[in-house]
């Protein structure tokens, strides 16, 4: 005799179940026994207390940032990124910036209502593959340093320079061109000291925008 699997000793539990009904309830009741035990019950859907903290447990913990940190997530050392690597991020970040600032019409002028909007998408931007350079700076050892943007945090720009090395340029006292093809824009590194993705859904205000 072979073993039976579960299914089947469902359906024999069912069936004895039904049997045992049928020999107990009164004759008129018999013909809806099997009509109502077909019915579905809305409790039997309902998940237990103890099924819901279970599938807490299973959700997996992101990391802080804190922990991305010391886990050395954010350390890139001067030699590790080649520049000739960093290049097609580059022009993917100009194809993207150029789409998102119409750069296929004209720059609006200054003094014009569509600058407002130029300028507040601009500062929204995702500047991770952004050509830069410093033009001025607090630390003078910094003007003159020109790459792409590897990394945009909350304080720094890190940028790889044409021969390979990796230097962190602090935001708050710079001053930076930001090259897109042949247009070049200056922008004050202390309008940047917020994390992108928080920049991206900040509203700036309009003295801001002068600066550009």
Same mark, same amino acid.
């Given at each position: !005799? ?24 009164? $004759?008129?009741?018999?013909?809806? @026994?099997?009509? %109502? ?6 409790? =039997? ?13 299973? $959700?997996? $913990? ?6 991305? /940190? ?8 001067? =030699?590790?990124?080649? *520049? +000739? ?6 022009? @993917?970040?100009?194809? *993207?910036?150029?789409? @998102? &600032?119409? &750069? ?8 014009? /209502? #569509?600058? %407002? #909007?130029?300028? #507040? ?9 952004? !050509?830069? %350079? ?7 050892? *910094?003007?003159?340093?020109? =790459? ?10 890190? +940028?790889?320079?044409?021969?390979? &090395?990796?230097?962190? +340029?602090?935001? /708050?006292?710079? +001053?930076?061109?930001? *090259? @897109? ?30 600066? &550009?």
């Amino acid at each position: !005799m072979g073993k039976m699997d579960c299914t089947d000793l469902e359906n024999e539990a069912s069936q004895t179940v039904v049997k045992f009904l049928e020999a107990n309830v009164p $004759r008129s009741d018999i013909v809806n @026994i099997r009509t %109502e035990l077909k019915k579905e019950f809305l409790l =039997g859907k309902t998940k237990t207390r103890d099924r819901k903290l279970k599938l807490r447990k299973r $959700r997996t $913990r992101l990391l802080t940032r804190n922990e991305k /940190k010391n886990l050395g997530f954010y350390l890139i050392p001067r =030699g590790s990124i080649k *520049y +000739i690597d960093i290049e097609p991020l580059h022009k @993917i970040w100009v194809d *993207y910036v150029s789409q @998102i &600032l119409e &750069l296929d019409k004209s720059v609006p002028d200054v003094t014009s /209502k #569509q600058w %407002e #909007q130029f300028t #507040q998408t601009l500062y929204k931007a995702d500047f991770n593959g952004s !050509m830069l %350079e410093v033009v001025r700076s607090k630390c003078p050892s *910094y003007v003159g340093k020109k =790459g792409i943007c590897i990394m945009d945090t909350k304080n720094t720009f890190k +940028i790889v320079s044409p021969n390979d &090395l990796v230097t962190t +340029i602090p935001k /708050k006292e710079s +001053i930076f061109n930001v *090259y @897109i093809k042949n247009l070049k824009l200056i922008v004050f590194g202390k309008h940047f000291c917020i994390r992108p993705a928080e920049r991206s859904s900040k509203k700036f205000k309009s003295i801001l925008h002068p600066d &550009l």
